[in-house]
């Protein structure tokens, strides 16, 4: 984990806004929202990595810390840690910016796990020329 006051250094896989249409019956971001944007960060490293087509197959240790509010500038780090001969997993980190402030604080983080994959869908060398 990162420096709970600092965000990686470093540019984000994605950052995006958190919407009104994004919330859960509390009034704060759905968990399943803020989710699915720290699987498309990590399919970003991912796909780099395998220069091609990925698919998600396993996620660990999700923790959500802190709520994300409506207006939320949502920053997320992908960070490659390990990669097999099919499979890379990848740290993501999601972190919220009110917009009317300079700190950021650390809201979610999970490592997620991605198979590269051949034209038919099968699981294919991550670097096919080794």
Same mark, same amino acid.
């Given at each position: ?46 796909? /780099? ?15 959500? /810390? ?24 990848? /740290?993501?980190?999601?972190?919220? +910016? ?28 991550? +670097?096919?020329?080794?």
């Amino acid at each position: 984990m990162t420096d709970p006051k600092a965000p990686p250094s470093g540019t984000p896989a994605i950052r995006t806004i958190a919407m009104p249409a994004d919330t859960n019956p509390a009034g704060d971001i759905f968990g399943g929202w803020l989710m699915s944007q720290m699987d498309l960060a990590g399919s970003n490293v991912a796909s /780099h990595t395998a220069r091609g087509r990925t698919a998600t197959v396993a996620v660990d240790g999700m923790k959500f /810390h802190r709520p994300v509010k409506v207006g939320d500038e949502v920053s997320l780090y992908a960070n490659l840690l390990r990669t097999g001969r099919t499979s890379m997993q990848i /740290h993501v980190e999601a972190w919220r +910016r009110s917009r009317d402030s300079d700190t950021s604080e650390l809201v979610t983080e999970a490592t997620f796990t991605f198979v590269a994959l051949d034209t038919e869908g099968r699981p294919r060398p991550v +670097r096919p020329d080794e």
